[in-house]
């Protein structure tokens, strides 16, 4: 069965075209991919201080939204699932955001609707696709699986299956925009940043808890950014990226590093997407503090596994079990 996902985003839009194969004997899909992209459109820009949607960045995402629904259409898809995130859940406007993805892709034949949903199946979908592969590579759980995104971080903790989980209104792009306004960030801005990240990863401790976790498993574009950093890389490697074993301190290293450098200093770094650049001081600060929360109660042995797959893989296994 060929299935399309997009995970829509604060930051980014991002496509999936993958055929899935037949369920092991614990009832697990595989996924083949056969197109996978992220476009940087930051949708969410403003939504954090204005409440709507900005028409430019509406602009923009529908553009992509329409190369995406073209692209369904030309491979085939049997299945589609389109889901929106953070920036949608929080503008007054987001009706004109479904109303625009509905006509692109009816404009290519395909009767799409974006998915607007919460935060506890944001995070469910995520943990469905992190995990999948983790057990066969050895990772043991309980897992700690950390989504960082532009407006909202979602923590789940499980194993085979979700026991505890948590929306947090930290991300990259909503805290740039809330207190970094310096080139590279004051110390000011930095500490108010943390008040901020402190507070939500109290909540996280007291409904997820990160202690007796058998390993971190981060996803999304700051961190596999920061993983990338941590491993000196010459360029973007998803084949070394994922599933990347760090240990604490090469994160808390990696990321105090990327959170302390200058603009130019960032985009000159071989594996950073250009959209990423203005943002990602304030999401490497989000998973510093966040790994370090962790290792005070659990200790420093615990690995930090960087995964490439995530909620957009899930959302294509929601795709294909989904009732014809």
């Not at 893989?313 to 009732?323: E, R, W, Y």
Request: aromatic share 4%.
């Amino acid at each position: 069965m060929r299935v399309g996902a997009v995970d829509c985003g604060t930051n980014s839009i991002r496509l999936l075209v993958a055929d899935v194969g037949e369920p092991d004997e614990d009832g697990r899909s595989a996924l083949v991919d056969v197109v996978r992209r992220t476009e940087v459109v930051r949708l969410g820009h403003g939504v954090d201080r204005t409440g709507m949607l900005d028409p430019e960045a509406l602009r923009r995402t529908l553009a992509v939204t329409d190369e995406y629904a073209r692209t369904c259409a030309e491979h085939g898809v049997e299945a589609m699932r389109f889901v929106a995130t953070s920036a949608s859940r929080d503008a007054s406007n987001a009706s004109d955001f479904v109303v625009g993805v509905q006509q692109a892709f009816a404009a290519h034949g395909l009767e799409v609707s974006p998915e607007v949903v919460s935060g506890t199946e944001e995070a469910q979908l995520s943990f469905a696709g992190a995990t999948a592969g983790l057990a066969e590579a050895g990772v043991e759980g309980p897992y700690l699986v950390v989504d960082l995104g532009g407006g909202s971080t979602e923590l789940v903790r499980g194993t085979d299956a979700v026991y505890e989980e948590i929306s947090l209104d930290i991300g990259s792009v909503r805290l740039s925009e809330r207190h970094f306004f310096s080139d590279p960030p004051q110390p000011s801005e930095v500490e108010a940043a943390r008040w901020d990240i402190a507070e939500a990863l109290d909540r996280a401790e007291t409904r997820v808890g990160v202690g007796g976790l058998g390993a971190i498993i981060g996803l999304a574009g700051t961190i596999t950014t920061v993983t990338a950093h941590a491993l000196r890389l010459e360029r973007y490697d998803s084949a070394r990226i994922h599933l990347a074993r760090l240990t604490p301190e090469q994160v808390l290293v990696a990321a105090a590093e990327i959170v302390s450098a200058d603009r130019d200093t960032r985009a000159a770094m071989p594996y950073m997407h250009p959209g990423r650049v203005d943002v990602i001081g304030a999401g490497a600060l989000i998973w510093h503090d966040l790994v370090a929360r962790v290792v005070e109660v659990t200790g420093p042995s615990i690995p930090v596994v960087t995964s490439e797959k995530d909620i957009l893989d899930g959302i294509a296994l929601s795709a294909a079990s989904a009732p014809a």
